[in-house]
């Protein structure tokens, strides 16, 4: 149950996109298209906003998409918002009804 | 309006116990899939556990199995977490997590509660 490797820090000006990988192994995201993605803003609880690699819940703006490529997962931010500053997560299902989140990746706002 | 709503968190000594609970309104709580997740001081979110809404099937992380014991009562809408033999390294916040098991996401989130594990 190691956590997915996230990088420490993105960071991009308003309007610009900016990507989180998200690289697992084949035993969770390589293996399943259950990878979800979490924003957190500080002292927040975390909020689901991608799921199953490419799934937006209702609500979740259209400028957050995700994809899978292998054992890698990603999450774009497109047009970049001052409230888009936050932690970000992902998280994969592992198989045997567990689950294992990635190490969080600051997305910071220029 | 949908909520969950966590409590019990506390200060306790290193190996002593605690119970955790989590109270769901505003959702049918019977047709989710509960859990728990957990999130160290300054550190990132750590999945602890889950129980199945179809058969009570429970599932561990193994820095916490064989402590830590998931339960739900579907009358109450309320998912519990006993914790005993108390470490350090269990001082977090716990959160609460519902998902809807047509996915694998977590959907909704409680507001956590603290534990602290200290002398």
């Known amino acids: 149950q190691s956590a997915l490797t996230q990088p420490r820090s993105v960071s991009g000006s308003p309007g610009q996109s900016v990507t989180v990988s998200c690289t697992g192994t084949s035993s969770d995201a390589g293996s399943y298209t259950s990878v979800s993605w979490y924003q957190q803003h500080p002292h927040k609880a975390p909020k689901l906003i991608i799921f199953?690699?490419?799934q937006r819940p209702s609500g979740v703006p259209y400028r957050f998409s995700g994809s899978k490529s292998g054992d890698t997962a990603s999450l774009t931010i497109s047009g970049l918002q001052a409230e888009d500053e936050a932690d970000y997560y992902c998280?994969?299902?592992?198989?045997?009804?567990?689950?294992?989140f990635g190490t969080g990746t600051k997305v910071t706002v220029l | 309006e949908v909520k969950l709503l966590e409590s019990g968190g506390d200060l306790v000594q290193p190996g002593g116990s605690l119970r955790l609970s989590c109270a769901a309104s505003?959702?049918?709580?019977?047709?989710?899939?509960m859990n728990w997740v957990r999130q160290a001081p300054g550190k990132g979110l750590e999945w602890v556990s889950s129980i199945s809404h179809i058969d009570g099937t429970t599932s561990y992380a193994d820095s916490v199995k064989g402590r830590f014991t998931i339960s739900r009562d579907n009358s109450k809408n309320t998912l519990y977490l006993e914790l005993n033999s108390l470490r350090a390294e269990d001082t977090a916040v716990y959160y609460c997590?519902?998902?809807?098991?047509?996915?694998?996401?977590?959907?909704?989130w409680g507001q956590g509660t603290m534990v602290t594990v200290s002398s």
């Open positions: 997590a519902a998902r809807l098991p047509v996915h694998h996401g977590f959907d909704i």
């Open positions: 505003g959702f049918t709580f019977v047709n989710y899939d």
């Open positions: 199953d690699v490419t």
């Open positions: 998280s994969s299902y592992a198989g045997r009804y567990t689950w294992v």
